[in-house]
């Protein structure tokens, strides 16, 4: 059992160290990321789209090198339990997702996926060992065609100094920083 050059063992100890804990949707996405780079040819220079916030992206940022940071990873919240690796070039690629039918047959792995159970009441060992032993028997895969408006790189373009706290930020904000235009994220 193996998660790309990972046995699941060190790949567990990855997420904890990372994400702080052993995440389901880490460890499941690991499997998820896992099926989609061997379904994706190889040598291709290939880019992610998550449908989801919650702990997914961090599944594919430990394990491709695609990451919020560098652009290569979009998250465009749908909801889902998905993601997609595509081809940058031509926007052909794989997604994969946690099969609503295909949990049934795991019952601690459904009762987290549906949240049928607090999660102070779920049992982890027994929920990561069914992980573990379903694999990617619990996912599904499609072949895709991302839409190009989605593949867009955000740039900074032109930078200013603020005349109100005299810091850096992109002058397409306008005038002023978003800071000192009212979006105060601090009081």
Same mark, same amino acid.
């Given at each position: 059992?193996?998660?790309?050059e990972h046995t699941f063992e060190e790949y567990l100890e990855i997420v904890r160290k990372f994400h702080g804990a052993e995440a389901p949707g880490v460890l499941i996405g690991g499997f998820m990321v896992d099926v989609a780079v ?78 049928? #159970?607090? =999660?102070?009441?779920?049992?982890? $060992? ?6 573990? /032993?379903? !694999? +990617?028997?619990? %996912? ?15 740039? #900074?373009? =032109?930078?200013?100094?603020?005349? $109100? ?6 002058? /397409?904000? !306008? +005038?002023?920083? %978003? ?9």
């Amino acid at each position: 059992m193996r998660i790309l050059e990972h046995t699941f063992e060190e790949y567990l100890e990855i997420v904890r160290k990372f994400h702080g804990a052993e995440a389901p949707g880490v460890l499941i996405g690991g499997f998820m990321v896992d099926v989609a780079v061997r379904n994706l040819p190889e040598g291709i220079f290939y880019e992610a789209i998550c449908e989801t916030r919650s702990c997914l992206p961090d599944a594919i940022q430990l394990l491709t090198p695609c990451t919020i940071g560098n652009n290569r990873l979009k998250i465009i919240h749908s909801g889902r339990f998905a993601v997609a690796l595509y081809d940058k070039q031509h926007y052909e690629g794989v997604r994969v997702f946690l099969d609503a039918e295909k949990v049934k047959a795991w019952p601690e792995i459904k009762a987290w996926y549906f949240k049928l #159970k607090p =999660k102070k009441e779920q049992d982890r $060992g027994e929920l990561t060992r069914q992980i573990k /032993e379903a !694999g +990617e028997s619990v %996912l599904s895969i499609q072949n895709v065609y991302v839409q190009p408006q989605f593949t867009v790189k955000w740039h #900074k373009g =032109k930078i200013a100094v603020c005349p $109100g706290c005299r810091e850096a930020y992109p002058a /397409e904000d !306008g +005038e002023m920083c %978003l800071a000192c235009q009212g979006c105060a994220l601090y009081v």
